[in-house]
C-alpha cells in the first residue's frame, strides 16, 4: 500500500458525456482533485502541470489509443512509476494481459457505476506496492 492517500487524478477520455459523470463521481462521492484532457496528445503537458498521484486512461481515444499513451508513459523517465488505471469497454484478455506485464495498476470496465469509482480506485490504489 502506497504511504499517502490517494488525492489527484488525471483522466485521459474523449468522450465528454463520460468525462462529466467521472468527474462528478470523483469529485463529489471520492473527493478527489481531478483534471480532465480530451486530447490524448495533450496529456504528457497535463501530467507535468497537474503532478497526478494516478493517472485513470480510456483505452480508445482518437490520434493515440490508451495503449500507445501508456507505453509512452513508461518509456519517460518523469512517468514510468506513475501507476495508470485503464477505462475500457472493449479490451480483451489478452490484451489486458499485456498491459499488466507493462505494469498497468488495474481496468475499470464500462460502463462504469459513478458511486462504486472512487472506491475501485481506491481498491487499485491501496493494493499497489510501496
Known sequence: MPQRPLNRILYIEDEEDIQRIARLALERIGKF???VVGDPLKAMEA????GPDL??????MPGMDGPTLFR???EDERTKHLPVVFMTAKASAAELAELQQLG???????????KELPDQLRAIWNALPD
Not at 493517472?55 to 480508445?60: A, E, G, R, Y
Open 47 to 50: 501530467i507535468a502541470a497537474f
Open 104 to 114: 498497468a495498476a488495474g481496468t475499470i470496465s464500462k460502463p462504469f457505476a459513478p
Open 72 to 74: 509512452r508513459l513508461r
Open 55 to 60: 493517472v485513470l486512461l480510456d483505452w480508445m
Open 33 to 35: 482533485t481531478v483534471e
